[in-house]
């Protein structure tokens, strides 16, 4: 009987035990989550968006493209040396920063001549004197100018007058000399060539001269002085001018020959002329 009791408490304690033990193993697999095997996501759905810690997106926001990057500028110095190239190729006739003073100017231009000229009737040798006042227009790089001028020149002459006259001493001939005080104005036009070059530019010009005349004659007799006579006058004519501007400075240096004409007929030079060739060199200076 007493063997019967042990044997029944040795089956109650390993009941006991038993139900311990899966009642432990139950609460194990509660708490642990079941492993399930992923899917293979169907073949037309759409790839899944980057978490939103990588992206940069919270979650519900609509997908956006990035923004392009801006195209980078051409470089400065290459637009600039085509610019150059353009201008230089263009010859735009309006530009004023040709290198010139002729075209960087005004147009307001001041000059002086001095030199020396040749009478192409008969006087002779004189110097020359000249003052010149100008405009060069607006238009076709100034090349066109219009011009004042005055002009001193003093033209000698003499002679022997061979014919007798009974009423002067010895054998009655006599010797003369005559200076001619001419102050000229001229009202005229040059135009100047362009040739491509930045230090000369030829140019040729007319216009339209009234003298002023002033002469002077005195003469003797076998020695014997008889006097000295002076007759004004004044004659129109025109002159014929080319020469060359050679770029200095505010200005240019000029070479010039020009030759003037007009017809004369006195008391004292009768059917002659006032022609004379001038070679002159000045400077003008380009306001």
């Known amino acids: 009987m007493e063997m019967h009791h042990t044997y029944a408490h040795s089956i109650i304690a390993?009941?006991?035990?038993?139900?311990?033990?899966?009642?432990?193993?139950?609460?194990?697999?509660?708490?642990?989550?079941?492993?399930?095997?992923?899917?293979?996501?169907?073949?037309?759905?759409?790839?899944?968006?980057?978490?939103?810690?990588?992206?940069?997106e919270q979650p519900g926001d609509l997908p956006t493209d990035p923004a392009p990057a801006p195209a980078e500028p051409p470089p400065e110095e290459g637009r600039l040396s085509a610019s150059m190239s353009l201008d230089d190729f263009a010859g735009d006739g309006d530009s004023t920063d040709d290198g010139s003073p002729l075209q960087s100017g005004s147009g307001f231009i001041v000059g002086a001549k001095v030199g020396g000229?040749?009478?192409?009737?008969?006087?002779?040798?004189?110097?020359?004197?000249?003052?010149?006042?100008?405009?060069?227009?607006?238009?076709?790089?100034?090349?066109?100018?219009?011009?004042?001028?005055?002009?001193?020149?003093?033209?000698?002459?003499?002679?022997?007058?061979?014919?007798?006259?009974?009423?002067?001493?010895?054998?009655?001939?006599?010797k003369y000399e005559v200076t001619q005080q001419e102050l000229s104005w001229t009202l005229g036009a040059l135009y100047r060539i362009d040739i491509g070059s930045d230090l000369l530019m030829p140019y040729g010009g007319a216009g339209a001269r009234m003298y002023m005349l002033n002469t002077k004659v005195k003469g003797d007799a076998s020695g014997e002085a008889f006097g000295e006579n002076e007759e004004t006058q004044n004659d129109f004519g025109l002159v014929l001018l080319a020469g060359?501007?050679?770029?200095?400075?505010?200005?240019?240096?000029?070479?010039?020959?020009?030759?003037?004409?007009?017809?004369?007929?006195?008391?004292?030079?009768?059917d002659t002329d006032v022609g004379q060739l001038n070679l002159a060199v000045g400077y003008r200076l380009m306001l």
């Open 117 to 174: 000229g040749i009478g192409t009737s008969e006087f002779g040798a004189t110097f020359v004197l000249e003052l010149e006042v100008g405009y060069a227009l607006p238009f076709a790089n100034r090349a066109l100018e219009l011009f004042v001028s005055g002009q001193y020149t003093q033209p000698e002459t003499d002679g022997v007058e061979g014919s007798p006259n009974p009423s002067l001493p010895g054998d009655g001939s006599f």
């Open 244 to 270: 060359v501007d050679i770029f200095l400075g505010p200005g240019a240096l000029l070479a010039e020959l020009s030759w003037g004409y007009a017809a004369l007929d006195g008391y004292i030079m009768r």
């Open 14 to 56: 390993l009941t006991l035990l038993l139900s311990l033990a899966a009642a432990s193993a139950q609460a194990q697999d509660a708490e642990a989550p079941p492993v399930t095997q992923p899917s293979a996501p169907p073949a037309d759905a759409p790839a899944e968006a980057p978490p939103a810690e990588e992206s940069g």
